[in-house]
């Protein structure tokens, strides 16, 4: 790690690794906050949301950078869960095809979403937890019958297992699969090329790995999917022209922005177009090298039967996940706590993910009260 990243993040007391849930902001995250959202606010007037769709169309461009797509494929999100629902909104399943398929390794609440997908007659049909997800073949065993999209988390949270979402894609292509790909525990730790995976819907979070604060997601969308879906969960920014206002001609905007809705959030993509230029600008490839540094020095020093996560590279996120028995559990989260350790634990064990303003000596010293 050049010593200069650490510096261009605001520091944490003690030894910060929840990066898999909220990354650490830029030090300039004020500065963005109030150039890009307060003092419009305080100077413009009526004539605010000129600056203020500016600050969005910065965040839509940022991200489009970052995982070469096209800023018209992108539409802004509050989070994952609203992203989903407008694409399921937006599809419709036919007799001979109506199954959603995903993983009991999911984030909860995308299966919260797709429950409530029932509603619109959907089937859903969760891949069994221990099945291994990392082969292939297990996917194209699944992707079959009457299974009409496949959601893929493409890092998951509670295991740190890294799905290889290339291979998924091509065999939902070649089978008529919608495929939605979740990359909130990958974006900005893992390099993404939306042009390599050839998916038809990306959705994702800027909280963790981007370091851009909660409520700023984005809905990335293939070109030729946009013709065919229309989202029932629309608002007056779904419009091919917001400022028209003619309560008796709704028209869908040609591009991914027909995924929007009501009045939006600005505030959090102020700071989040903040942080992602930075990410950018320090390299996924340079922040996914450290971060694989940094988690072999933990991986390399445990018992390879506390292991959950995959130990090669390929098939990991940032996040490493170890399993302890109940009183050694508590005996290892008494010292990571004692010694100001920011970790966090769920059913499949602690999980610590560092970044890049983390440094060898933190890790050794984590390492050595595990």
Known sequence: MNESHKSLFVPSEGIYLLNHSVGRPPVTTRDAWVESFLEPWENAGENVWPRWLETIDNFRNAIAVLLNGHVAD???QVNLSSALTKILSGLTPTDSRRTILYTEEDFPSIAFVLQQAVKQGYRIKAIPGQLNTLDPDVWSEQLSGDVCLVLVTH???NTGRQVPVTDICALAQHREIVSVIDVAQSVGVVPIDLCVWKADFVIGSCVKW???GPG????????????TCEPTDVGWFSHEDPFEFDIHNFRYAKDALRFWGGTPSVAPYATAANSIRLIHQIGVDT????????TRQIIEAVDVNCMITPTQPKQRGGTVVLHYR???LDAVCSRLTHARVDFDVRSTGIRMSPHI?????EIEAVVDLL
């Open 210 to 212: 981007l370091c851009g």
């Open 326 to 328: 109940e009183k050694q």
């Open 216 to 227: 700023a997601g984005f809905l990335w969308v293939a070109p030729h999917r946009l013709s």
């Open 287 to 294: 922040i996914r090298t450290h971060n694989l540094s940094l």
């Open 357 to 361: 303003y983390n440094d060898l000596s």
């Open 155 to 157: 890092v998951q949270s």
């Open 74 to 76: 992108f539409c802004p």
